[in-house]
C-alpha cells in the first residue's frame, strides 16, 4: 500500500501572477530569466539596432552591421588588398574567373570605373599540381632499413616534370589587384565599342 499523502483535485489548484518577457507579435512567452528580453525581442523582429559605434542606422535581423556599415567595412578590406603587376586579360571579378576582360566589360550593364573595378577584382594565379616525393612515396611502405638507388633523385624530376606537363590549367583569384591605369585602356574601348560619348 502506498505512503503517498493524499492531494485531492479540488484543493490542488493556487492562482498566481505570472510575469516575465513575451513577444508582442507572436505572444510567445520567454520567461523572466537572464537574456528573457533579448530572445523576446529577437523573435519576429526585423531589424535592431547597428552596433557599429557611432551608428544610429538599423541593421537586418542576423547582422549586427546596417548596410551602410556592411559596405563601408567590404569597401575598406578591398582597399587594402595590393596592387600587383597585371600583364594578361585573364580577371578575377568577384570570384568569378573571366578569360578576357573584355567579355566580362561587354555582360555588364552600366561599365564601372577603373577605381571602382580595380577593387573588385583580383589578378589570376595559376594554380599548380602537387609534386610527388618520390622517396617519400616508396619508403612509406617498405621495411625499415631499405635503401634507394641513386637514380630516384632524377625519376622524382622526370615524373614531376611529366605531371606538370599533362596537368590542366586552373586559376585561383592572388591577394593582388589590378591597378586602375591598366584598367582604364580596356574600359574605354567598350565605352567606345558602345559608343558613349567622352
Given at each position: 500500500?502506498?505512503?503517498?499523502?493524499?492531494?485531492?483535485?479540488?484543493?490542488?489548484?493556487?492562482?498566481?501572477?505570472?510575469?516575465?518577457?513575451?513577444?508582442?507579435?507572436?505572444?510567445?512567452?520567454y520567461?523572466?530569466?537572464d537574456g528573457?528580453?533579448?530572445?523576446?525581442?529577437?523573435c519576429?523582429?526585423?531589424?535592431?539596432?547597428?552596433?557599429?559605434?557611432g551608428?544610429?542606422?538599423?541593421?537586418?535581423k542576423?547582422?549586427?552591421?546596417?548596410?551602410?556599415c556592411?559596405?563601408?567595412?567590404?569597401?575598406?578590406?578591398?582597399?587594402?588588398?595590393p596592387?600587383?603587376?597585371?600583364?594578361?586579360?585573364?580577371?578575377?571579378?568577384n570570384?568569378?574567373?573571366?578569360y578576357?576582360?573584355?567579355?566580362?566589360?561587354?555582360?555588364?550593364?552600366?561599365?564601372p570605373?577603373?577605381?571602382s573595378?580595380?577593387?573588385?577584382?583580383?589578378?589570376?594565379?595559376?594554380?599548380?599540381?602537387?609534386?610527388?616525393?618520390?622517396?617519400d612515396?616508396?619508403l612509406?611502405?617498405?621495411?625499415?632499413?631499405?635503401?634507394?638507388?641513386?637514380?630516384?633523385?632524377?625519376?622524382?624530376?622526370?615524373?614531376?616534370?611529366?605531371?606538370?606537363?599533362?596537368?590542366?590549367?586552373?586559376?585561383?583569384?592572388?591577394?593582388?589587384?589590378?591597378?586602375?591605369?591598366?584598367?582604364?585602356?580596356?574600359?574605354?574601348?567598350?565605352?567606345?565599342?558602345?559608343?558613349?560619348d567622352?
Amino acid at each position: 500500500m502506498s505512503n503517498k499523502e493524499p492531494r485531492p483535485y479540488e484543493g490542488n489548484a493556487e492562482r498566481v501572477t505570472v510575469t516575465g518577457w513575451k513577444c508582442m507579435h507572436c505572444r510567445a512567452f520567454y520567461g523572466n530569466v537572464d537574456g528573457s528580453k533579448h530572445r523576446a525581442s529577437w523573435c519576429c523582429c526585423t531589424d535592431r539596432p547597428c552596433e557599429i559605434e557611432g551608428c544610429d542606422g538599423r541593421a537586418s535581423k542576423g547582422y549586427v552591421a546596417c548596410q551602410d556599415c556592411q559596405a563601408k567595412e567590404h569597401r575598406r578590406r578591398e582597399e587594402a588588398v595590393p596592387v600587383g603587376a597585371w600583364d594578361t586579360d585573364e580577371i578575377f571579378v568577384n570570384g568569378d574567373l573571366y578569360y578576357q576582360l573584355c567579355d566580362y566589360l561587354g555582360d555588364c550593364e552600366e561599365l564601372p570605373t577603373a577605381e571602382s573595378l580595380s577593387l573588385d577584382c583580383s589578378i589570376p594565379m595559376r594554380v599548380l599540381a602537387p609534386k610527388i616525393d618520390l622517396e617519400d612515396f616508396i619508403l612509406s611502405d617498405a621495411p625499415e632499413g631499405c635503401e634507394l638507388s641513386d637514380d630516384v633523385a632524377q625519376a622524382e624530376a622526370d615524373i614531376n616534370a611529366i605531371i606538370e606537363r599533362v596537368s590542366p590549367n586552373w586559376w585561383e583569384g592572388s591577394n593582388a589587384r589590378p591597378s586602375p591605369d591598366a584598367l582604364r585602356p580596356y574600359i574605354e574601348a567598350e565605352r567606345k565599342s558602345r559608343g558613349y560619348d567622352d
